[in-house]
Every structure is written in C-alpha cells, then in structure tokens.
C-alpha cells in the first residue's frame, strides 16, 4: 500500500509561481509512474503531468511550458514546478501513483491517491 501527502500550494497572484511536492511511503517509488491531476470546483478532474519510471515527461497542453514534472527516487519525491500561473490553474491538486506500464492520462487507471492541496491563483 503506497501512502502519498503532497505540500506547497497555497495563493498566489497571476503570473506567480509555486512548487507542489508529492512524498511517497510504503513501497518501492522507483516502480510507479507519477502524475499529477487537478480538479477545480464544478468539473472534473483532469490529467496536468505525469513522469514515467525512466524519467519520460507529459503534459496537458494548458500546462506545457509553464509547468514543469520531476522525480527524485532517493527522496521518493515528485514535484511539480508551476510558472506563469494563471487563474483558470485555480483548483485541487492531486498526487497520483500508477504501477501498470503505460503512461496514462486518465485517473482511472491510477491506483494510489493523495489527499490533495489547494492551489489558488488570483488576477
């Protein structure tokens, strides 16, 4: 059973930046891919990244190049780097942990959960 708690979101201006951190416990990090979801109020949730075990990187298009996917398996860390952010990236953000072999884009098919933490961008 792998435990996830992320950390780092908060509020933030238009424009800002903020770093979300997911910690993983209870089994071996290296072998799960990683993403992270998102989901704000009234929609659903929606894929933003994911890393694959050899380090591969994925992105929403609302994302790409502002927000940016990383892993440290000594840590058993992942993180999201987010720039430029902008109100409509205003929501839930949540840690994801996959051990099937193929990257995917859809929640179903991740089998861990974080709790979530709060991101909310102001204009």
């Known amino acids: 059973q792998v435990q996830l708690v992320e950390s780092g979101g908060g509020l933030v201006q238009a424009g800002g930046s903020l770093r979300l951190s997911c910690a993983a416990s209870g089994g071996t990090f290296s072998r799960y891919i990683m993403a992270w979801f998102r989901q704000a109020p009234g929609k659903e949730r929606e894929f933003v990244a994911a890393?694959?075990?050899?380090?591969?990187?994925y992105y929403a298009d609302s994302v790409k190049g502002r927000f940016t996917i990383s892993r440290d398996n000594a840590k058993n860390t992942v993180y999201l780097q987010m720039r430029s952010l902008k109100p409509e990236d205003t929501a839930v953000y949540y840690c994801?942990?996959?051990?099937?072999?193929?990257?995917?884009?859809?929640?179903?098919?991740?089998?861990?959960w974080g709790q979530g933490t709060q991101v909310t961008v102001s204009s």
């Open positions: 890393i694959s075990r050899a380090s591969s990187t």
């Open positions: 994801a942990a996959e051990s099937a072999s193929v990257v995917s884009r859809n929640p179903e098919a991740y089998d861990y």
